[in-house]
């Protein structure tokens, strides 16, 4: 009997990435800075250091990784697009230079045989933009409008499937409440802001999108299976908080144009004396998608937690009246995620249950795992828990299909190791190693059981 799960014919298997994780280059060729750079240059906020100005290369080593990524079978490719690359200053001229390099990269890809997939937004705001309010202000989501203008113009004709955003709820929270991520802000109000300017962007990005021609629209979320640490009251009403915050709040105005019922009860004066929405906003961000990305690693454990009145920020900071509770009795990865494939399942399933036929076709733009990756001889890493994960994830989401999701394709996180954010290089999802000392990329065990399952599906 095979190994492998088996995915019905015209099933998409890929592998992604995202800009400041992997391209360094970063002051080369007209590219500007963006949050992550003043972040990560900023001594204290990133372990060990670490920044993104070489990361993995990929800016001038595209076509080895495009090779990877033949030689592993895969049929698309998930890359971000770095928008100071595009236009530097967030707002103004653009660089020649940065969407000629995405052309290449896409050609490369077309000339592989590979199915290109852009996500346009993958938290590398433009400083200049930040400088200026940054996702508190409309006028940022007015500016990714028109740099998605710019970049569908060049690059809609090849590039079949687009992605708006990736993982708002990071961009938001973690990046404007607890300041784990850039910009590094500690705020309430401006937390929530954040999130509907997001998905304003998002709206006026569909737009964009569409006006070029683009085939395939869509936006990746991070939605999280949020299971209570005991059956409390109190436990169960953290829950109801943290679907609010990880889920609902982006759920329900997408694809249900409502914004969450439980919002008061989760932030409370913040957003019931909020003045960032307008008239309208809730038809430009409901606008059809074609496909909706999911991003899933794990379950989280909640219970109740009090909150700090003197501080806003804690009403809308990730472990806003909840914490998260460390799972027993099961495998966790070096990030100290619990593995629970079955949650990935009833994820997926309850997903489906709440929202119907206005569930559009699904895509799980990220899934895998971060492993205490030790290369033995000759750089070899044979990094089985990963190749557990993958299995038990893949097999998770076939149940999934079974009851009834209409799933049409999964890219493995990551095709490299790289800067994984605050944590610089201290963790490794690729399925290739990157020796960063040297550049030299290494497939692991997982690049060639991800090899193995994509040929298994073709019999």
């Not at 590219?31 to 240059?41: A, E, K, L, M, V």
């Not at 290369?57 to 990784?65: F, G, I, L, N």
């Not at 401006?190 to 998002?202: D, F, I, K, R, S």
């Not at 699904?362 to 993958?390: Q, W």
Request: with cysteine; glycine share 10%.
């Amino acid at each position: 009997m095979s190994d492998f799960p088996s995915f019905p014919p015209g099933f998409v298997f890929g592998a992604a990435t995202a800009s400041y994780q992997i391209e360094g280059a970063a002051r080369e060729d007209g590219r500007g800075p963006s949050i992550w750079d003043t972040y990560s240059h900023t001594p204290g906020l990133v372990a060990d250091g670490d920044t993104g100005d070489v990361a993995c290369d990929h800016y001038h080593r595209y076509p080895q990784d495009v090779a990877l990524l033949r030689e592993l079978g895969v049929g698309s490719y998930r890359f971000s697009i770095a928008w100071p690359r595009i236009v530097p200053d967030g707002a103004g001229p653009v660089n020649p230079k940065g969407l000629d390099f995405y052309s290449r990269l896409v050609d490369e890809l077309l000339s592989a045989g590979i199915e290109p997939a852009a996500t346009l937004y993958h938290w590398d705001l433009p400083q200049a933009l930040e400088d200026r309010g940054g996702w508190r202000t409309r006028e940022t989501a007015e500016r990714f409008a028109e740099y998605t203008a710019v970049v569908a113009e060049h690059l809609s004709d090849r590039v079949p499937r687009w992605i708006t955003l990736n993982e708002p709820w990071c961009s938001a929270f973690l990046g404007y409440s607890v300041g784990r991520h850039a910009p590094g802000a500690r705020e309430g109000r401006g937390a929530l802001a954040a999130a509907h300017h997001l998905l304003v962007g998002h709206g006026l990005a569909v737009q964009a999108l569409r006006a070029a021609g683009a085939r395939e629209v869509g936006i990746t979320l991070n939605l999280d299976r949020n299971l209570p640490a005991t059956d409390s009251a109190a436990d169960l009403a953290a829950v109801v908080r943290a679907d609010t915050q990880h889920n609902l709040v982006w759920t329900e105005p997408l694809l249900a144009g409502r914004y969450p019922a439980t919002e008061e009860e989760t932030w409370g004066e913040l957003i019931t004396g909020q003045d960032f929405r307008r008239d309208g906003d809730l038809e430009l961000i409901s606008q059809p998608l074609d496909f909706l990305g999911i991003n899933y690693y794990r379950p989280i454990v909640v219970a109740d937690a009090p909150y700090r009145e003197d501080d806003p920020a804690r009403r809308v900071a990730t472990d806003n009246r909840y914490q998260e509770v460390r799972l027993s009795g099961v495998r966790h990865t070096a990030m100290d995620w619990p593995v629970v494939p079955g949650s990935f399942t009833e994820l997926l399933v309850e997903l489906k249950d709440r929202y119907g036929d206005a569930l559009p076709p699904v895509f799980i733009t990220e899934n895998g795992s971060a492993e205490d990756d030790e290369a033995g001889p000759g750089g070899t890493v044979d990094d089985v828990d990963r190749v557990a994960y993958l299995r038990d994830h893949l097999t998770a989401l076939r149940a999934a299909m079974d009851a009834g999701v209409e799933v049409r394709g999964y890219y493995v996180w990551s095709l490299l190791d790289n800067f994984e954010w605050a944590f610089g290089y201290a963790k490794r999802f690729g399925i290739v190693r990157v020796d960063y000392a040297t550049q030299r990329r290494i497939p692991k065990a997982s690049y060639h059981w991800y090899k193995a399952m994509i040929a298994a599906q073709r019999g």
